[in-house]
């Protein structure tokens, strides 16, 4: 089975511009997360998806950041516009369907590297 | 969720057993012990959870005192592939929780020949 991918491994952007990053999850997986990894900093969550709906968005930094999952497939994040700060590695994970009482561990992706100049 | 206290860092000689410790005074009797790495360049992986019992699996074990105040991750024979940096969280399970990983600083293991 297909492990988590993201796209693309590597972004360099100049500070106010646009990028958007990709997520596709283990096939089958409802749950998404995005987590996040600045310089020095701690892995930190951002979000959680549940197939297309935002179940948790309270670690989304400010509105410059916007995810989505049509469909309930893959998600998008897009930063718009970026600043320095928001250089770091994004982490997509994904989880089978939480039953009640359960857990089922989070398959992280490789992540994606963006550089903010 | 209960915070975690890890040693920044800690190394171990090839094909001996790592023992990894955390400390969390303050969980609660609902919370789950988790541990996962993060390999260099890589995303961080699952290794283990338990609730009060020790647990084991084909990648380690995990020792929880009585108390539950603490626990000890268990590598029972390091390999160079186990440097990484293993993060100890306590968790809540149940649908009010969104399965969210709240990392620490967690513990670099350096695996040393």
């Known amino acids: 089975e297909a492990g988590v991918t993201q796209f693309p491994s590597h972004s360099v952007i100049e500070k106010g511009q646009t990028v958007t990053l990709r997520c596709d999850p283990i096939s089958g997986h409802d749950n998404l997360y995005w987590y996040r990894r600045v310089m020095g900093k701690e892995i930190k969550f951002l979000l959680h998806?549940?197939?297309?709906?935002?179940?948790?968005e309270s670690g989304m930094p400010n509105n410059r950041f916007l995810a989505e999952r049509t469909g309930g497939t893959y998600s998008t994040l897009k930063v718009q516009p970026a600043e320095l700060e928001d250089s770091g590695v994004y982490f997509c994970?994904?989880?089978?369907?939480?039953?009640?009482?359960?857990?089922?561990?989070?398959?992280f992706g490789p992540g994606t590297r963006l550089t903010v100049l | 969720d209960a915070k975690t206290t890890q040693p920044t860092s800690m190394d171990c000689a090839e094909g001996r057993a790592a023992n990894l410790p955390c400390n969390h005074s303050t969980i609660s009797g609902n919370e789950y012990v988790y541990w996962y790495r993060q390999i260099h360049s890589q995303g961080p992986q699952y290794i283990i959870h338990?609730?009060?019992n020790n647990e084991t699996n084909e990648m380690a074990s995990l020792i929880i005192t009585e108390d539950r105040k603490s626990s000890t991750l268990i590598l029972p024979h390091a390999t160079l592939r186990d440097t990484a940096v293993y993060y100890c969280i306590v968790r809540v399970h149940g649908s009010s929780n969104t399965g969210k990983l709240i990392f620490g600083q967690g513990t670099t293991l350096q695996v040393k020949p």
């Open positions: 994970a994904s989880s089978r369907g939480i039953l009640a009482g359960g857990y089922n561990e989070q398959f």
């Open positions: 998806f549940v197939k297309e709906s935002k179940q948790d």
């Open positions: 338990g609730l009060k």
